[in-house]
């Protein structure tokens, strides 16, 4: 860990039911958690109003999506304007699972971060390879061009946090290392203090995602670039979520 306080996401996907979710928020009501870490938990749409009723208030909530434009004719979608209506604080947008299998785009994704900080959401903006571009060795390149989409559509980066999921270790059980995820960060930061600016760049926080759970947490977060988590599978388990969020070094 090295830039800005520790963040760490829980993103639920979609999963739950009232039951498991109201268990799932008792659990981190009574953990105890570190003071110094942003944690922030993004259910599904229809238990966001659930969740924000009956969570502390020491973990805001996320959506894991949002509309591209301000509310109206559009059917099925969720508009900023309701989410804020809600009490919601963040946005995750840009996720491996919408580019690759809804196919939204890195255009389209930059314009709905550019809407969503507009009009007052974090955005926690994701990026991330596929198997066959690491083996390609286009890492970087693809990392590049998906970061290329948001700074050139975002109208400020002080409420970005960038999340860096290698599309192979998502819900793979197949972690990064700490020295595959830690490259990758610091070349994003590098990139940012090229491409953004000096001063954005040691700001920004980059959150590694992909099987992060409570046994491989902590080496991760020694890492100088990794700035915190952002946690699927093991963010539905309130002790295991407690255990990454407080191995903040
Ligand atoms: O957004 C978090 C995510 O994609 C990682 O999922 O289940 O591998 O922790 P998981």
């Known amino acids: 860990a090295g830039s800005g306080k520790f963040f760490v996401g829980g993103n639920w996907k979609c999963n739950g039911t009232k039951d498991s979710i109201s268990k799932l928020v008792a659990d981190l009501n009574s953990a105890k958690l570190e003071p110094d870490v942003d944690v922030v938990v993004a259910p599904p749409f229809v238990y966001i109003d659930q969740v924000k009723n009956s969570i502390t208030d020491r973990i805001e909530v996320s959506a894991q999506n949002s509309w591209v434009s301000k509310g109206g004719a559009f059917t099925g979608e969720i508009s900023v304007e309701q989410l804020k209506d809600h009490g919601v604080k963040w946005v995750i947008l840009g996720h491996s699972e919408r580019r690759h299998i809804i196919g939204e785009k890195d255009e389209f994704i930059g314009k709905k971060a550019a809407y969503a900080l507009t ?22 390149d693809v990392c590049f061009q998906q970061l290329k989409a948001y700074a050139d559509a975002v109208p400020s980066w002080d409420n970005i946090v960038i999340a ?54 902590f080496e991760l977060a020694k890492k100088e670039d990794i700035d915190g988590f952002l946690v699927g599978g093991a963010s539905l388990k309130g002790p295991e979520f407690a255990t990454i969020i407080n191995s903040v070094t």
């Open 119 to 140: 009009e007052g959401l974090g955005v926690i903006a994701c990026i991330g390879e596929l198997l066959e571009e690491r083996e390609a060795g286009k890492t970087f």
């Open 164 to 217: 860096y999921e290698p599309v192979w270790a998502i819900g793979t059980g197949k972690v990064a290392s700490p020295e595959q995820a830690q490259e990758v960060h610091a070349a994003i930061r590098d990139w940012l203090q090229k491409n953004v600016s000096a001063e954005v760049a040691p700001k920004t926080r980059i959150i590694y995602g992909g099987s992060v759970n409570g046994g491989n947490s």
